[in-house]
C-alpha cells in the first residue's frame, strides 16, 4: 500500500503534541519578554522619547509596541490547526479501523469499537491542544493590552515633562 493510514494517523498525534509544545514555548517566552526584558525597556523608551517631537515618538511607540505582538501567530495557526488536525486523525484512526476489519473479518462490535475510541483521540487531543493555546493567546494578548498602555503613558510623560 502506498498510504500507510495508521503511520499517517500516528503522525497527526505527533504534529499535535508538537504544535502543543510550540505553543507553551511561545507563552513561556513571551511571559519572561513580559518579567525580565520589558522593565528594562520602560527605561529606554524614556531615555528614547526625551527631546523627542510627537513624530518619532509615535515611531518609538510603534516599533515597541510590536514587540508586545510576537509569537501571536503561532497561537493562532495553533488555535485553528489543531482541531482539524485532530479531525483529520479521527477520519484516519476510523479509516484504519475499517480497513482493520475488512481484512481480518471481525465483526465483534467490542473490537470495533475500541478501534473507533482510539480513532476519536486525536480530535480529543486536537480540541485540548486549541483551547489550552486559546488560554495562553488570551493572557498574553491581555498582558500585551497593558503594556501597551504602559508605554503610551511613558511617552506621553516624556514629552509633556522633558527632563
Not at 520589558?38 to 518609538?60: C, N, Q, S
Not at 469499537?113 to 494578548?141: F, P
Request: proline fraction near 2%; charge should be positive; hydrophobic fraction near 50%.
Amino acid at each position: 500500500m502506498l498510504f500507510d493510514i495508521e503511520s499517517a494517523h500516528n503522525a497527526i498525534f505527533f504534529i499535535l503534541y508538537f504544535l502543543l509544545f510550540l505553543s507553551t514555548t511561545v507563552f513561556l517566552e513571551r511571559l519572561l519578554y513580559f518579567s525580565f526584558t520589558f522593565p528594562t525597556e520602560r527605561k529606554l523608551i524614556r531615555k528614547e522619547v526625551e527631546g523627542e517631537d510627537e513624530k518619532t515618538a509615535e515611531i518609538i511607540y510603534n516599533s515597541y509596541a510590536s514587540k508586545l505582538e510576537r509569537g501571536k501567530g503561532v497561537f493562532l495557526f495553533t488555535i485553528t490547526a489543531a482541531p482539524l488536525l485532530g479531525l483529520l486523525g479521527t477520519v484516519l484512526g476510523i479509516m484504519e479501523s475499517f480497513q482493520t476489519m475488512a481484512d481480518k473479518g471481525i465483526s465483534d462490535i467490542a473490537l470495533v469499537s475500541k478501534g473507533i475510541a482510539y480513532a476519536l483521540k486525536a480530535t480529543a487531543l486536537g480540541i485540548a491542544v486549541a483551547v489550552i493555546t486559546l488560554l495562553y493567546y488570551h493572557t498574553v494578548a491581555g498582558i500585551a493590552k497593558r503594556k501597551r498602555t504602559e508605554i503610551k503613558k511613558l511617552i506621553l510623560e516624556a514629552l509633556k515633562n522633558p527632563s
